[in-house]
């Protein structure tokens, strides 16, 4: 009883909780370096980390306050089993939580992904068929009114002075149209008849966005009386003289030069006051 005593006195004294393995058992079974893990992870307010950490300091200091005896390790070692329970199953729903927001978030980005998607296709979809629309009826009409004028060509051998929308195109006795229709937005964009001799002439259009093979903006149509055909072509104006390139072509001028002949008038406004825009006025 006295030898015990004394030994008692003597391991209190000598007790070094670092040396003891109980207080490292206790450290990691009271979840001591996964805590300081998931500190260093960014976890500092989490409860239950707050949480853990008070119940490992307090087992800590209790295990020092008992100064190492045997049953205190055991009764630590069901604290522990508690306290790393009480203290990681929260952090591992907090995980799960985590992982499902992140799981809601990423879907939530995707469904709002597909709405904008769905609303450009509605508003495409919204706008387009009456785009695709009129720029269906520009094409028929504008092919409409070149077959008319073609069939007035053959029989008349010469191609219109101008035509005029809502009247009719005819020769002699011979009506080839009805009626010249017009751009379906009025005012937009006029169908632009113009021909400066007896073999040419063009006609332009104006696509709200691409249609078919034509490209969006001004197009024309122009005549190939060999092939008594008629073709489309997007609008170039190359030196920007107000001739396109195809008209230009066809009247024999230069699509690099304003003034093909030099003489200070345009090629534009020759052709438009029946001078020759290749020959030098006197
Ligand atoms: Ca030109
Ligand atoms: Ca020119
Ligand atoms: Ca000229």
Redesign the pocket.
């Known amino acids: 009883m006295e030898n015990n005593q004394i030994n008692n006195i003597n391991d209190e004294k000598k007790y070094n909780p670092l040396k003891d393995a109980s207080f490292w058992v206790a450290f990691v079974l009271s979840g001591g370096p996964i805590t300081i893990l998931l500190i260093s992870k960014g976890f500092y307010f989490d409860p239950p980390i707050i949480l853990n950490t008070v119940f490992m300091l307090s087992w800590i200091l209790w295990i020092i306050f008992r100064k190492g005896k045997k049953w205190s390790f055991f009764i630590g070692f069901i604290f522990a089993l508690i306290v790393t329970a009480v203290a990681f199953y929260p952090i591992l729903q907090l995980k799960e939580n985590q992982d499902s927001k992140k799981i809601q978030k990423i879907s939530e980005e995707i469904n709002k992904n597909q709405d904008e998607l769905i609303k450009k296709i509605m508003s495409q979809s919204d706008d387009d068929p009456a785009k695709e629309s009129r720029n269906a009826k520009r094409a028929s009409d504008i092919k409409m009114i070149a077959d008319a004028l073609m069939l007035y060509y053959n029989d008349a051998g010469k191609f219109p002075k101008e035509i005029t929308s809502g009247s009719k195109i005819s020769f002699n006795n011979t009506t080839y149209m009805n009626t010249v229709p017009s751009d379906p937005t009025p005012g937009r964009s006029e169908y632009g008849y113009r021909s400066f001799n007896n073999n040419f002439y063009s006609l332009s259009f104006k696509l709200e966005g691409d249609y078919l093979n034509l490209k969006d903006g001004l197009n024309i149509i122009i005549p190939d009386i060999n092939a008594k055909a008629s073709q489309f072509y997007t609008a170039i ?9 195809k ?2 072509e066809a009247y024999g ?1 230069n ?1 690099n030069n ?1 003034d093909t002949d030099g003489d200070g008038y345009a ?2 406004s020759e052709l438009g006051n029946g001078f020759d825009p290749n020959k030098k006025q006197p």
């Open positions: 104006d190359t030196d920007k003289d107000g001739l396109y390139d008209e230009e001028t699509i304003k090629d534009l």
